[in-house]
């Protein structure tokens, strides 16, 4: 394709299924790395995975056609290649496709993840990461029984991580055997593996999964069993993608430590297609920590805290948001890391000249403003960054010696972890939205290009009219002469040229004029017509059945993985319906055109309903006139959709079985919407309205939505039903996530107690109480202090003095059980007693007193000072006030017992 060095050069980036996360990660970092160069594009051939004919005969079909696109690396004759292919072997054994990439010697081609003699490649150190996990669960927590959930025989990188797995067992002197592994298909759906793998290890105490969708399945399998993963079970995946961190909870998993493997693997083939000699790469992986198996490799030292270490501020940066170093940023955007330093950095001042003026605070509250606003939540999980803000903040409040700094900067962490909260809330509700408003979309695409009124050619036209309502902002859409008919068995002959019919541009529909449309296959992503500033384009084929019609183009966007094959399916299938409908009728007589039409509409109107499937489980048709119906059923997206019933009142019908199925707390509302009046009222002014119910079937609840549309005559009803029950299961794990992520804002990470945070929310509702005069307003504030908590971190480290705080805070839970307990300083916690704490709190105070004691004399526990006073209604204005008094109870107490055990050492 390039003719000079100042002319684009085409790189093929070649991949089997785009839907994996793994893939999603490849992609995203040659991305990242063709940003940085000004003569890149980027073209994404992506097949399907199709060495196993045991998937069915239409899903076999389905895919063998589906590869039909790589013949384009053939054809188009880049300048370059990326190879993707990790069962590499097994493709270059099928008879058609992929194996044919290994013949074109001459053109540079870089394979990643993938074990290929004499050729370039780019794979990830399996063992660096896994030496590491492994070794820091036997020797740091005493690990012994540890399991593999395995990956296919075919997959290289499966059979390597499996050999140093146990190889790794074996240098920790532990045996391996057979049992501790089971071999698995490396998908989400792997839960029968899993049973049987724990159902042969039931003692066991950590699971490796070879990549990260496997671990799916594995949480699923623990949760069945009532284990709870990080703390029933270790569990660590591979290949850390976005996807590990949004489990609940969080999953641990083996990733790049330095440079992804798209962005390196692009770099590489850029050094090759200059001319210059490269060698294989191997990169470094690490174990990023989080709760399935949670691992800092870094401490926060009072050294650095103190010194305000530039070096510190940005590696804590580089822990938390490991993803930022991997992103292309250009002069234009902000530099959230150096963002990340300024704020950090004037809080962590603050604390060392112990003064923050209210100017100060409210720039660096600007400053962590502008930080979410700009994404930094992208970068991270909120579990990772939470607990680091929490470790943060305990370590300020430990060494923080002025009360109004320390609650200005409690309240700026608290404003960090409310933003890390809001912005996750934020990203997913944009996400569900965006889903609606394509279904939305494309059911405007299905009716307005199934009018078939319309007859030859037109039918077609109508169909570019409308292409714009598929939803790519930018994309192209090419067509044959005439439709290929693919032959899996023989040799298909391809046209070597195509037409292009029409374009979107920023979501502005084009039609191209005869004269334009004609272009070869080798210079369909040159051609002036189509979107030019795009930096890299994925071509579907456009196929229903085994005929094929052409190509769609489309701009390499991130949700292009998640929507280009269903869009083009959807596309695909209306081609096909009124490519059925020209053939063979120009010589009809009215009569028989007649009969061939009524035989006709029951099949267009499957054809429609199976085009909308790939949504709903069960389609209705129904007459609003007659209240007639049909109701259609399809088994899968690619397969036949057939009429499963007929009836003559739809509306009786349905609300009569809606009484014994739905449940009884949706049943009244349901009724009312499956009636003819309800159904037109309600589309008077929209195109489609959608109500969300259960069922219970066979004593089971189910989650199902009904959609209700007008068909293009607006005399029939168009039905969906679907099966929601993986959305609101979703749904619910977010809000998990969600309540699990304010939790940990909320708690503090060394000991499990509330932290300053909470504690700063719970005296905010205590005021508003006593601002209100409530009447029944009664409590008391407990103040406790750790004693001889330096001299404990001085003589045997800081390891052994957070164990000292851990022992005292325990003891603290213990005695005020049925109590609050806030952790509000590095060696301080107060206790909000209320109800029968309050009552007993004289009892309570003498036990805590007594135990301390004990403690002292005997040298065999913590030692804490404790005071506790009450909210007096005629005194108190502020809670402030309560917590004052109780701190110098407190105080008194603590030197008390100084004075003891001084005279003790005399």
């Given at each position: 394709?390039?003719?000079?060095?100042?002319?684009?050069?085409?790189v093929?980036?070649i991949?089997?299924?785009?839907f994996?996360?793994f893939?999603?990660e490849v992609?995203?970092?040659?991305?990242?790395?063709?940003?940085?160069?000004e003569?890149?594009?980027?073209?994404?051939?992506?097949?399907?995975?199709?060495e196993?004919?045991?998937v069915?005969?239409k899903?076999?079909?389905?895919?063998?056609?589906?590869?039909?696109?790589?013949?384009?690396?053939?054809?188009c004759?880049?300048?370059?290649l990326?190879?993707?292919?990790?069962?590499?072997?097994?493709?270059?054994?099928?008879?058609?496709?992929?194996e044919?990439?290994?013949?074109?010697s001459?053109?540079?081609?870089v394979?990643?993840?993938?074990?290929?003699?004499?050729e370039?490649?780019v794979?990830?150190?399996?063992e660096a990461g896994?030496?590491?996990?492994?070794?820091?669960?036997?020797n740091?927590?005493?690990?012994?029984?540890?399991c593999m959930?395995?990956?296919?025989?075919?997959?290289?990188?499966?059979?390597e991580?499996k050999?140093?797995?146990?190889?790794c067992?074996e240098?920790?002197?532990?045996?391996?055997?057979?049992?501790?592994?089971?071999t698995?298909?490396?998908s989400t759906?792997c839960?029968a593996?899993?049973?049987?793998?724990?159902?042969?290890n039931p003692?066991?105490?950590?699971?490796?999964?070879?990549?990260?969708?496997?671990a799916?399945?594995?949480?699923?399998?623990?949760?069945?069993?009532?284990?709870?993963p990080?703390?029933?079970?270790?569990?660590f995946?591979f290949d850390?993608?976005?996807?590990?961190?949004?489990m609940?909870?969080p999953?641990?998993s083996?990733?790049?430590?330095?440079e992804?493997l798209?962005k390196?693997?692009?770099?590489?083939?850029?050094?090759?297609?200059?001319?210059?000699?490269?060698?294989s790469v191997m990169?470094?992986?690490?174990?990023?920590?989080?709760?399935?198996?949670?691992?800092?490799r870094?401490?926060?030292t009072?050294?650095?805290?103190?010194?305000?270490?530039e070096?510190?501020?940005?590696r804590?940066?580089?822990?938390?948001f490991y993803?930022?170093?991997?992103?292309?940023?250009?002069?234009?955007?902000?530099n959230?890391?150096?963002?990340f330093?300024?704020?950090?950095s004037?809080?962590l001042?603050?604390?060392?000249?112990?003064?923050?003026?209210?100017?100060?605070f409210?720039e660096?509250?600007?400053l962590i403003?502008i930080?979410?606003?700009?994404?930094?939540?992208?970068y991270?999980?909120?579990t990772?960054?939470?607990q680091?803000?929490?470790?943060l903040?305990?370590?300020?409040?430990?060494?923080?010696?002025?009360?109004?700094?320390?609650?200005?900067?409690?309240?700026?962490?608290?404003?960090?972890k409310?933003?890390?909260?809001?912005s996750l809330?934020?990203?997913?509700?944009?996400?569900?939205?965006?889903?609606?408003a394509g279904r939305?979309v494309?059911?405007?695409?299905?009716?307005?290009?199934t009018?078939?009124d319309r007859?030859?050619?037109?039918s077609?036209e109508?169909?570019?009219r409308h292409?714009d309502?598929?939803?790519?902002k930018?994309?192209?859409l090419?067509?044959y002469?005439?439709?290929v008919?693919?032959?899996?068995?023989?040799?298909t002959?391809?046209?070597d040229?195509l037409n292009l019919?029409?374009v979107?541009?920023?979501g502005?529909?084009y039609?191209?004029p005869p004269?334009?449309?004609y272009?070869?296959?080798e210079?369909?992503?040159?051609?002036?017509?189509?979107?030019?500033?795009?930096?890299?384009?994925?071509?579907?084929p456009?196929?229903?059945?085994s005929r094929?019609?052409?190509?769609?183009?489309?701009?390499?966007?991130?949700?292009?993985?998640?929507?280009?094959?269903?869009?083009?399916?959807?596309?695909?299938?209306v081609?096909y319906?009124?490519?059925?409908?020209?053939i063979?009728?120009?010589?009809?007589?009215?009569q028989?055109?007649?009969a061939?039409q009524?035989?006709?509409k029951?099949e267009?109107?499957?054809?429609?309903?199976?085009?909308?499937?790939?949504?709903?489980d069960?389609?209705?048709?129904?007459n609003s006139?007659?209240?007639n119906?049909?109701?259609?059923?399809a088994?899968?997206i690619?397969?036949?959709?057939?009429?499963?019933?007929e009836?003559?009142?739809?509306?009786?019908?349905?609300?009569?079985?809606?009484r014994k199925l739905?449940?009884?707390e949706d049943?009244?509302?349901i009724?009312?919407?499956?009636s003819?009046?309800?159904?037109?009222?309600?589309?008077e002014?929209?195109?489609?309205?959608?109500a969300?119910?259960?069922?219970v079937?066979e004593?089971?609840t189910?989650y199902a939505r009904l959609?209700?549309?007008?068909g293009?005559?607006?005399?029939?009803f168009i039905?969906?039903?679907?099966?929601?029950?993986?959305?609101v299961r979703r749904?619910e794990?977010?809000?998990?996530?969600l309540?699990?992520?304010?939790?940990?804002?909320?708690r503090?990470?060394?000991?499990g107690?509330k932290n300053?945070t909470?504690y700063?929310?719970?005296?905010?509702a205590?005021?508003?109480?006593m601002?209100?005069?409530a009447e029944?307003?009664?409590?008391?504030?407990c103040?406790c202090?750790?004693?001889y908590?330096?001299?404990?971190n001085?003589t045997?480290?800081h390891?052994?003095?957070?164990?000292y705080i851990?022992s005292?805070?325990k003891?603290?839970?213990?005695?005020f059980?049925h109590?609050?307990?806030f952790?509000?300083?590095g060696?301080?916690?107060?206790?909000?007693?209320r109800g029968s704490?309050?009552?007993?709190?004289?009892?309570?105070l003498k036990?805590i007193?007594?135990?301390?004691?004990e403690?002292?004399?005997n040298?065999?526990?913590p030692?804490v000072?404790?005071?506790i006073a009450?909210?007096?209604?005629k005194?108190?204005?502020?809670?402030?006030?309560?917590?004052?008094?109780?701190?110098?109870i407190?105080y008194?107490?603590?030197?008390?017992?100084?004075?003891?055990?001084?005279?003790e050492?005399?």
């Open positions: 394709m390039r003719r000079n060095k100042n002319e684009l050069r085409y093929g980036l991949m089997e299924d785009i994996t996360e893939a999603k992609i995203r970092g040659v991305v990242n790395a063709a940003r940085e160069q003569n890149i594009r980027l073209v994404l051939l992506v097949g399907r995975q199709n196993n004919k045991n069915g005969e899903q076999y079909i389905y895919k063998t056609v589906y590869n039909t696109i790589y013949h384009l690396e053939e054809s004759k880049f300048d370059g990326i190879l993707t292919l990790p069962n590499m072997w097994a493709v270059e054994k099928d008879s058609f496709g992929l044919r990439v290994s013949n074109y001459k053109i540079p081609k394979f990643v993840a993938t074990r290929k003699e004499n370039t490649t794979n990830y150190d399996n896994i030496r590491e996990t492994i070794d820091y669960l036997v740091s927590c005493g690990v012994r029984r540890i959930l395995g990956g296919r025989t075919d997959n290289m990188d499966a059979m991580r050999r140093i797995f146990k190889k067992l240098d920790n002197q532990i045996p391996y055997d057979e049992s501790m592994y089971e698995a298909d490396m759906g839960t593996e899993a049973s049987r793998l724990l159902d042969r003692n066991t105490q950590a699971v490796f999964c070879v990549n990260d969708p496997t799916v399945a594995l949480y699923a399998e623990l949760e069945r069993r009532d284990l709870v990080g703390k029933d079970v270790y569990v995946g850390n993608t976005l996807a590990s961190s949004s609940v909870p999953l641990a083996i990733g790049p430590k330095d992804t798209g390196r693997a692009l770099e590489t083939l850029l050094e090759k297609m200059d001319g210059k000699q490269v060698e990169l470094d992986t690490r174990l990023y920590g989080r709760a399935s198996c949670p691992y800092d870094y401490e926060y009072i050294r650095e805290l103190l010194n305000v270490d070096a510190f501020i940005y804590m940066f580089d822990d938390c993803r930022y170093k991997n992103e292309y940023f250009d002069s234009k955007d902000i959230l890391k150096r963002l330093y300024e704020f950090i004037r809080m001042y603050s604390m060392k000249r112990r003064y923050l003026s209210t100017e100060e409210e660096i509250g600007r403003d930080f979410y606003d700009n994404g930094a939540m992208d991270t999980d909120a990772k960054f939470l680091c803000v929490e470790r903040q305990s370590a300020m409040n430990f060494l923080q010696k002025s009360v109004s700094t320390s609650n200005m900067n409690n309240r700026l962490f608290t404003r960090m409310d933003r890390a909260i809001l809330s934020s990203q997913w509700n944009k996400n569900a939205s965006h889903v609606n939305g494309m059911q405007d695409f299905q009716i307005e290009t009018d078939f007859s030859g050619s037109n077609v109508n169909i570019i292409f309502k598929l939803g790519p930018n994309a192209a090419y067509l002469d005439e439709p008919d693919f032959n899996p068995k023989g040799v002959v391809f046209p040229h019919r029409c979107t541009k920023a502005t529909l039609v191209i004269e334009r449309q272009c070869t296959i210079n369909i992503f040159q051609k002036k017509e189509i979107p030019t500033k795009c930096l890299g384009y994925v071509p579907f456009v196929f229903f059945g094929i019609y052409g190509l769609m183009v489309c701009e390499l966007t991130q949700d292009i993985p998640e929507r280009g094959e269903y869009i083009v399916s959807m596309l695909s299938r081609l319906l009124n490519d059925m409908e020209v063979n009728s120009p010589a009809e007589t009215e028989m055109k007649r061939r009524d035989k006709k029951q267009i109107f499957g054809q429609i309903a199976e085009g909308l499937a790939s949504h709903y069960i389609i209705y048709y129904v006139v007659s209240a119906y049909m109701e259609f059923k088994n899968n690619y397969g036949n959709l057939v009429v499963q019933e009836g003559r009142n739809f509306f009786e019908e349905t609300r009569s079985n809606a739905v449940h009884s049943r009244d509302r009724v009312t919407i499956l003819r009046d309800h159904m037109i009222t309600a589309l002014d929209r195109k489609q309205y959608q969300d119910y259960r069922m079937i004593g089971k189910q959609t209700v549309t007008w293009s005559d607006h005399v029939h039905i969906g039903v679907e099966n929601v029950n993986e959305e749904e794990e977010h809000v998990k996530a309540q699990m992520a304010n939790d940990l804002a909320r503090d990470g060394l000991t107690a300053i909470a700063h929310e719970m005296e905010d205590l005021q508003k109480d601002d209100a005069k029944d307003l009664v409590f008391a504030i103040i202090d750790i004693n908590l330096k001299h404990v001085d045997y480290g390891k052994a003095g957070d164990e851990r005292a805070c003891m603290i839970f213990e005695i059980s109590s609050p307990v952790r509000v300083g060696d301080e916690f107060a206790v909000i007693m704490d309050y009552e007993n709190r004289n009892r309570l036990k007193r007594t135990k301390a004691l403690n002292q004399r040298n065999s526990g030692v000072a404790s005071g009450v909210f007096d209604k005194a108190d204005h502020k809670v402030s006030e309560v917590f004052e008094r109780a701190d110098g407190m008194e107490n603590k030197n008390h017992l100084k004075k003891l055990k001084a005279a050492g005399e």
